[in-house]
């Protein structure tokens, strides 16, 4: 009855979503606070009748703002159904095993692995440095390879890697070879390399509203790029589904964009959290990596990430750990409002 293709998958496994039982959620990077007040003001007087009709297919007016918002024109601006879809097109439309294979992080978005199962790329990890950062100088080092991805700041470490060194790859890559920054976490006090795709063709940076903007539940995500690189991923999409985000979605990423103010205030009320619990938990013995995201990768000495894991679940709160070697006595802690961050403190306090 099934398919070859269908039988080989190997399907994503995201972050638990509790049924009843209430928890304190520190286990899929979602934002703590509600998105813009200018969200809830057009869902008021948002009107029903206006779902009669299809949304623009052209995305006109929040291709615009981002243009605004990024500083790129709108021709380099693609938009998807949350970055995973924007993801998935991308490996679709730039890797192919027969050029070699895709290089990512040996810790890095557990996504990446499943589209190139799903598209049959061959991967190569590349291991990170003792310090758990991405060395990015041994990618173009590789004999051959089809192109190469990362999370920026990387997940689950948080760490980050700056302008420079991303400028010094894209020397050192050859200009059919596209790389993919997945900046999913940048507005957490890194600094975005949107810039950089003005001089490099192959350069594809990938962003959401699901984090900073507190959209996960409204499915936006977007890449920036040079319009051949874009032209091709809105080719991918009309070849699958040919309407663009819903029409609810593209305006309350608009009038979420706007609200200039509000992101500013919610982010680094998050970035001030993630410092203070950081701190703390430094000085309780904990190992804390540096984390420009809004969580934070840390353990502690003689207890698996499973065991801190399991003794947080039973007392209400959901962080997330990872059986990889390597990484397996880490939690990885989403960064709550400053309440729920104290009880999680107290409990490891007597942890
Ligand atoms: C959360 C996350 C995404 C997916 O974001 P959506 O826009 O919600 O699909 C992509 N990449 C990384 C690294 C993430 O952590």
Redesign the pocket.
Known sequence: MFTERYRNLSPYVPGEQPGEKKYIKLNT?ENPYPPSPEVEKFLKAADPARLRLYPDPAMTNLRRSLSKETGVKPESIFLGN???EV?SFCFYAFFESSRGPLLFPEHT?SFYPVYCSYYSIDYEKVPLRDDFSICLTDYPKRESFTGIIF?NPN?PTGMYKTIPEIEELMNSVPEDRVVIV?E??IDFGGESVVPLTERYGNLLVVR?F??SRSL?GA?I?FAVGNPVLINALYAVKDSFNSYPLDYISQEIARVSLEDTEYFRKTVSRIMKTRSSVTKTLEETGWQVLPSKANFIFARKEGVSGEEVYSYLKERGVLVRYFPHRGIEDFVRITIGRDDEMMTLLKLLENF
């Open positions: 990077n949350g970055s995973d993801l978005y999370a997940a997945d999913a976490y959401t699901s984090k996960a499915r995500g």
